[in-house]
């Protein structure tokens, strides 16, 4: 997706040779009108999959899947990194590691939201090592839910999540695919996987 990687060129900063910072569009402030195009995005690409449920994690995956929530008109649920007080029983939870803050968060959904008759897309920011789409995986494996596919705003092609999850026979959509951010660069891998 073109407007995502010129805006990935522009504004996005290179951390490490395995980081890269969004903070001005994604990650903490958010920019609507490309957010509103990666949610069109995303809608076309899985216009014909009968998508009941789109599922996501906060906080970061919520925009993007809002969005496309928005153009598909299905309900939009996302994973809770915490129990929340009136969020204590009657959940699907997993653990997920995650490599970039070195913790292990237990995420949960109300199993009045995810239902064996649903057809679930998950949405999230980045894909790295897959650990967080596993755990929305495992979530809706618990529900008896079918899944319609991945749908990634920025994947990151150099790390093992996108493999991982496509060798399970998973579709995983990315708009934006790197493929290395050695030297301070951001190169992107040609064409967006589809499988
Ligand atoms: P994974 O579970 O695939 O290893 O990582 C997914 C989560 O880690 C994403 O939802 C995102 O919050 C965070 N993450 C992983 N790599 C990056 C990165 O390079 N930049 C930013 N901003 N977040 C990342």
């Excluded at 009941?52 to 939009?76: D, N, R």
């Excluded at 490599?99 to 894909?127: A, C, G, H, P, R």
């Amino acid at each position: 997706m073109q407007m995502l990687k010129d805006k990935i060129i522009k504004e996005g900063q290179v951390l490490s040779e395995s980081v890269l910072k969004v903070d001005s569009f994604l990650n903490h402030q958010i920019d609507p009108p490309l957010m509103q195009a990666v949610g069109k995005e995303f809608a076309e690409r899985f216009k014909e999959a009968g998508i009941t449920k789109i599922l996501s994690i906060e906080s970061s995956g919520i925009a993007p899947a809002m969005m496309a929530g928005l153009v598909l008109e299905v309900p939009v649920i996302f994973a809770r990194k915490r129990k929340s007080l009136t969020l204590v029983d009657h959940l699907y939870t997993a653990s997920v590691y995650s490599f970039t803050k070195n913790e292990t968060n237990d995420i949960s959904v109300s199993k009045d939201f995810l239902k064996q008759e649903d057809t679930v897309l998950i949405i999230d920011d980045f894909l790295a090592n897959g650990q967080a789409v596993l755990g929305l995986l495992d979530i809706i494996k618990q529900a008896d839910a079918n899944l319609a596919g991945v749908g990634i705003v920025i994947e990151k092609g150099f790390q093992k999540g996108g493999q991982l999850i496509r060798e399970q026979g998973i579709r995983v959509e990315s708009l934006a695919n790197i493929a290395s951010l050695k030297n301070g660069q951001v190169e992107f891998v040609e064409e967006a996987r589809t499988e």
